[in-house]
Nanobody, 115 residues
Framework: QVQLVESGGGLVQPGGSLRLSCVVSGSIFSINVISWYRQAPGKERELVAVITRVGYINYADSVEGRFTISRDNAKNTVYLQMNSLKPEDTAVYYC?????????WGQGTQVTVSS
């Protein structure tokens, strides 16, 4: 079993920055991939960024160059640094852990980009 808790969301003006955190607990050794997803109102959940056990990283085209995913193994935490935020980045952001063939989700954190 794996548990994930996101934090760091909030209201920010266009062009601003936020850093989301995903604290992971449980069977951490069994996690192969941790991803950030987001879901805007009326839209499907979409993949934002991925980091694997061996450090492979990938981003959605819409956030490439603005968002950075990273991890702190000592703190069991994965971060999503979001810069140059746009109104279209407004969504609930979730982290997900892949353990073998099972997905574990956090509860999500709201990010609102508005002036």
């Amino acid at each position: 079993q794996v548990q994930l808790v996101e934090s760091g969301g909030g209201l920010v003006q266009p062009g601003g920055s936020l850093r989301l955190s995903c604290v992971v607990s449980g069977s951490i050794f069994s996690i192969n991939v941790i991803s950030w997803y987001r879901q805007a109102p009326g839209k499907e959940r979409e993949l934002v960024a991925v980091i694997t056990r061996v450090g492979y990283i990938n981003y959605a085209d819409s956030v490439e160059g603005r968002f950075t995913i990273s991890r702190d193994n000592a703190k069991n935490t994965v971060y999503l640094q979001m810069n140059s935020l746009k109104p279209e980045d407004t969504a609930v952001y979730y982290c997900k852990a892949l353990v073998k063939t099972s997905d574990y989700w956090g509860q999500g954190t709201q990010v609102t980009v508005s002036s």
